[in-house]
């Protein structure tokens, strides 16, 4: 059974630090892209991050670019998204999400996600 | 960037009627076009992939059809656990964009 268990949020100060982490189980890792995505409270889905099954291609929607980072332990079975300069509008829940099975173009939709995890910023 | 405009916004309908959500894209996505449910307090689940695949575990009332940049999805008789939100997804190009939701709601 496919598992994603996500941690690490909470309240931070504007222009702070956090990293999430997301546990993974019940697939071969190594083998799928993995990705962040957000919601705002009350607000629809907005994609964050995606790393490849490796971990030597990573993408961000630009309003991340320069402030978040992805990676991966393959070894650890985890994807971590380390978050800096931290901002208002980045007040969301978290979630981590698998590729799923398909073919064509290299681009991932998800076919398991996490429960999801708040990340608060606020001062 | 590719835009993707849900349509309606609200749905509201009865069980045991048709439900048709609308997805249109700035641009063609191919058929490269994912659905998801989400009911208040979950996360979202995968219905549909590639425009008209169902995932595993999903209700063959449950169809998705379309190609290049209008899709819709079909729920042909609606059960009370239907009634949630709903977003398409586009994998065609980065950024990966959503939709902004349809909310199906009991009438």
């Known amino acids: 059974e496919v598992q994603l268990l996500e941690s690490g949020g909470g309240l931070v100060q504007p222009g702070g630090s956090l990293r999430l982490s997301c546990a993974a189980s019940?697939?071969?890792?190594?083998?799928?892209?993995m990705t962040w995505v957000r919601q705002a409270p009350g607000k629809g889905l907005e994609w964050v991050s995606t790393i490849s099954g490796p971990g030597g291609s990573t993408y961000y929607a630009d309003s991340v670019k320069g402030r978040f980072t992805i990676s991966r332990d393959n070894l650890k079975n985890t994807l971590y998204l380390q978050m800096n300069s931290l901002r208002a509008e980045d007040t969301a829940v978290y979630y981590c999400?698998?590729?799923?099975?398909?073919?064509?173009?290299?681009?991932?939709?998800?076919?398991?996600w996490g429960q999801g995890t708040l990340v608060t910023v606020s001062s | 960037e590719i835009v993707l405009t849900q349509s309606p916004a609200t749905l509201s309908l009865s069980p045991g009627e048709r439900a048709t959500l609308s997805c249109r894209a700035s641009?063609?996505?191919?058929?490269?076009l994912a659905w998801y449910q989400q009911k208040p307090g979950q996360a979202p689940r995968l219905l549909i992939y590639?425009?008209?695949n169902r995932a595993i575990g999903i209700p063959a009332r449950f169809s998705g059809s379309g190609s290049g940049t209008d899709f819709t999805l079909t729920i042909s008789s609606l059960e009370p656990e239907d009634f949630a939100v709903y977003y398409c997804q586009q994998r065609s190009n980065w950024p990966i964009t959503f939709g902004q939701g349809t909310r199906l709601e009991i009438k």
């Open positions: 590639d425009a008209s």
């Open positions: 641009q063609s996505v191919s058929s490269y």
């Open positions: 019940g697939f071969t890792f190594t083998s799928y892209a």
């Open positions: 999400a698998k590729r799923g099975v398909s073919s064509g173009s290299t681009l991932p939709s998800f076919d398991y």
